[in-house]
């Protein structure tokens, strides 16, 4: 009996566009006259990316008579049109000129995009619970009314900041980080917001043998690599959520590279470690990015993914991100676009929307003087630990006499605790004593508040606190242990 193929395979074709991308270039000057510099720019690079890239550009044209001389002098409108067409009518970019330069009968310009503008613009703004998107249309509308947001997609996830004269672009860069998402300006000077990696460009791509010249070799890019990962949460009664994730292998390979994570969103131990683990297993090995050089494509935009196929140089056929492209028109050299490119790509995690929040939270990074990784906090806003003459009241611990011990529940380390700091909130604090054990409370150690001690006697993984009261009017609000382990 013939043996049959039951499953239908569809091969993965594409094909390239028909026409070659026909481009146009203009500059306006400050009083409204438009140059067409088409003809006469002999060299143009253009590279944008999505997020914290900022898109520039260089031009240069001849200029034997000139014409141009101190015509240009600085913040002139840039505009680059592209499409498949015999006309290019279709903005894909527009930036500033900030440097003209006069030499050898030629003018060199270059610039950056116009979200530029959004570079030089501080934020002062408290957001308590709003969903990202939210937040991002609220900046616009209050610090940057030239832009629009039409393009601004929705997310699963609320968070709460404080910002006091942050840099717009770094609070956008939080938004980002927050939901997942990629952010760009586009040449129309609307914002753009969307999931990071969902948005493919179905008419462009490059393929071997077809339209692709040149494909760089795929290698670790080790500049992206973060192995130690140091999550600060939110702020409670003086108490400070902090958790680090730490890869001792990728150290070894690429020497400490921290990453810190301010984040009011994150108001538990439990939400600080996933979040810092999830942060840590995606950045503590080196991405494989390189680049792919084929013919000038018109249509692509920051932060989409691109098709690509070239199996003979070990790239199979797929969407990839782009990091970053560049278009550049060379009279001699001819006209081609450069992808930068994320061999695997890696989306964001739905542990950040699954983060709880808080309802009365305000950003705030409390001081950590002695470097701590981690946090044992109690807010005493439920009953927990062991009792003896003690109890949790209304956000309190307290004596139910004249003295009393509580013990807290204990907390499995991976390593030994070797070091410990004390921040504590209540009343008549000086008749409160604070020990702290590694051992599981076979050996306790005193800690002053706002004290730190190295463990000598109860180093251990089994991390314990004890409070004695020597007053019955004593109270504590709130405890926090800040330590550190080998």
Sequence with gaps: MAVKNIKTIRPYVWIPPKYNAQHRITVERSDGTVDDITDIAFYVEIEDGATDNIGRFEFIIWNPSESYTGVWTGMEIFRYYCDYATTATTLRFRGRIEKPAYTNNQIRCSGRSESLKLQDITVTKSYNGFECSTILKDLFDSYATDFTYTNVNVSSVNITVDWYQKPFLDCVNELCTSAGFSFYIDPSLDA?????????????????????????????????????????????????????????????????????????????????????????????????????????????????????????????????NIISYKHKIDFDEGMTTT???????????????????????????????????????????????????????????????????WISPTRELNSNITQAYLIINGELKDNITVYVSGNDGVYYEIVGNRSKIDLTSSIGKLLKVKVVFSDADARLNSLSIQYKTT
């Design 192 to 320: 753009h917001f969307f999931e990071s990696g969902s948005v493919t460009n179905t008419n462009e791509g490059f393929v071997q043998g077809m339209n692709m010249f040149e494909i760089g070799e795929f290698a670790d890019d080790s500049a992206y690599v973060k192995n130690r990962v140091i999550v600060y949460g939110a702020t409670q009664d003086d108490t400070q959520t902090m958790y680090t994730a730490e890869d001792f292998d990728s150290q070894d390979s690429y020497g400490v590279r921290e990453k810190i994570v301010n984040n009011s969103n994150i108001t538990s131990y439990e939400q600080a470690k996933d979040y810092g683990d999830y942060v840590l297993s995606t950045e503590k090995d080196p991405p494989q990015t390189g680049e792919v050089t084929g013919t000038l494509l018109a249509t692509i935009q920051p932060g989409e993914k691109i098709r690509l196929s070239s199996p003979m140089n070990n790239l199979p056929p797929g969407d990839y």
């Design 339 to 405: 992808v930068n490119v994320n061999k695997e790509p890696k989306r964001f995690s739905h542990v950040l929307s699954k983060m709880i929040e808080s309802d009365n939270l305000k950003s705030d990074t409390n001081s950590n003087p002695y470097e701590m990784r981690f946090s044992y906090n109690f807010l005493f806003n439920e009953d927990t630990g062991t009792h003896s003459d003690t109890e949790i009241t209304d956000g309190l611990l307290k004596p139910t006499a004249a003295s009393g011990t």
